[in-house]
């Protein structure tokens, strides 16, 4: 059974940092695409970036510049780093994998993934 529980949302100020964690259970964080979507009210959920294993990152211009990926491979969880937040940083974020094998473009649209995690809200003010 697959497993997604995200984590390391907040309420922060325009500037500030967060760290956003996706642990996983039952797939591999380092063999599969792991993405993060973000959704405000009203809105679809867009993709905000994508990793599969260490060669294929991609983040939305949206981002580009202020959010990193990092791992801890022993407990198969992807960190998603974001700095120099914006207000319209804010939303809830999910965090979703989806088996894909080797070599595969990772899915742009939300209903292209299978299994996603309850989500991690993010606020921050100016």
């Known amino acids: 059974q697959v497993q997604v529980v995200e984590s390391g949302g907040g309420s922060v100020q325009a500037g500030g940092s967060l760290r956003l964690s996706c642990a996983v259970s039952g797939m591999s964080i380092g063999q599969n695409c792991v993405a993060w979507f973000r959704q405000t009210p009203g809105m679809e959920r867009e993709r905000v970036a994508v990793?599969?294993?260490?060669?294929?990152?991609r983040f939305a211009t949206s981002v580009q510049g202020r959010a990193t990926f990092a791992t801890d491979a022993a407990k198969n969880t992807l960190f998603l780093d974001m700095t120099s937040l914006k207000p319209e940083d804010t939303a809830m974020y999910y965090c979703?994998?989806?088996?894909?094998?080797?070599?595969?473009?990772?899915?742009?649209?939300?209903?292209?993934?299978?299994?996603w995690g309850q989500g991690t809200e993010v606020t921050v003010s100016s």
């Open positions: 979703t994998i989806e088996p894909r094998p080797p070599g595969s473009v990772c899915p742009t649209r939300a209903r292209d993934y299978t299994y």
């Open positions: 990793y599969y294993g260490g060669y294929y990152q």
